[in-house]
């Protein structure tokens, strides 16, 4: 069964970092783009940052400067890198991968993590 696995997340102090990893596990021929989103209490999920298979990334103007996006197409993973974080940051951070599984080439589908708690403490 193809699905996203997160890991990270937790609370932290206002101007700390904190790492997210999201991979992707299953029978996967080919992981397209991959990024995270979040989503605040009565709020609706936003893009935080999105990074294709070559590597080129897009950012929310909100976390340019402090977050970073990365992977690797070996192990099928994406990370977040989320550094001087604020409490405006607090959210449910989701991983969204564009995953071809193996079982249904060519058709790629677009697949969800189950989402990781971060909350930053003034």
């Known amino acids: 069964q193809v699905q996203l696995v997160e890991s990270g997340g937790g609370l932290v102090q206002a101007g700390g970092s904190m790492r997210l990893s999201c991979a992707a596990s299953g029978n996967i021929f080919r992981a397209n783009a991959m990024g995270w989103y979040r989503q605040a209490p009565g709020k609706q999920r936003e893009l935080v940052a999105v990074?294709?298979?070559?590597?080129?990334?897009n950012y929310a103007d909100s976390v340019k400067g402090r977050f970073t996006i990365s992977r690797d197409n070996v192990k099928n993973t994406v990370y977040l890198q989320m550094n001087n974080l604020k409490p405006e940051d607090t959210a449910v951070y989701y991983c969204?991968?564009?995953?071809?599984?193996?079982?249904?080439?060519?058709?790629?589908?677009?697949?969800w993590g189950q989402g990781t708690q971060v909350t930053v403490s003034s």
């Open positions: 969204n991968a564009g995953l071809i599984p193996a079982a249904t080439y060519p058709r790629p589908d677009d697949y």
């Open positions: 990074i294709t298979r070559g590597g080129r990334t």
